[in-house]
């Protein structure tokens, strides 16, 4: 466990639909500085020219990770993530995928990383997926993918070793209370 005085760094990992990203805007609107990992994909895709939809992301990430490893996405966030701790006091970072990537910003931050895993029933992020405004998928394709990331890409890994478990079975206000609660307990101050 991290020290709480030390904690700079709060990572949010959960399967699609969980609710990370809505945790990640709560508190960027808090004045968190957010870094999401799934734009270092998108922005990859835009790059190429591609239409950004869930069959193009997972070709691009897929083929960053057998080129870069699996702490690809890491390793690019990295300087940014440097950059983002001279100017504020914490750090949201959105999407923690593989296990890989997790050891590889626990061995840059051994002191100053939190895990939370952001967990929800299968049937609930299934629902949520599929009435996001951005990228919606559908039952099948949301199947597709949670396979997809277990299998391929160790996201088990952080989820299972996170040092906190919010469960967002309920509403996001009451997902936003624990997560409040949790970052008071911390001391954890944009």
């Not at 870069?68 to 690019?76: F, N, T």
């Not at 949520?128 to 949670?146: G, S, Y």
């Amino acid at each position: 466990m991290t020290d709480v005085q030390q904690t700079r760094i709060l990572a949010l990992v959960g399967m699609p639909g969980a609710g990370k990203t809505m945790c990640a805007t709560y508190l960027e609107e808090r004045g968190y500085y957010q870094f999401r990992f799934g734009s270092i994909v998108t922005d990859e895709v835009e790059r190429r020219g591609l239409d950004i939809n869930p069959v193009n992301e997972r070709n691009i990430r897929l083929e960053l990770r057998q080129k870069g490893g699996m702490d690809v996405m890491a390793k690019r966030a990295l300087p940014k993530l440097r950059t983002a701790l001279e100017t504020y006091q914490t750090i949201v970072i959105d999407g923690l995928y593989s296990f890989s990537e997790y050891k590889t910003l626990h061995a840059e931050f051994p002191n100053s990383m939190v895990v939370v895993a952001i967990a929800a029933p299968r049937h609930l992020r299934y629902q949520r997926l599929a009435m996001r405004p951005h990228r919606p998928l559908t039952p099948d394709e949301a199947r597709t993918r949670d396979w997809q990331e277990i299998q391929t890409m160790e996201k088990g890994g952080p989820i299972a070793i996170a040092d906190y478990t919010l469960v967002n079975s309920s509403t996001q206000t009451d997902l936003t209370v624990q997560l409040q609660t949790l970052l008071t307990s911390l001391k954890m101050l944009p």
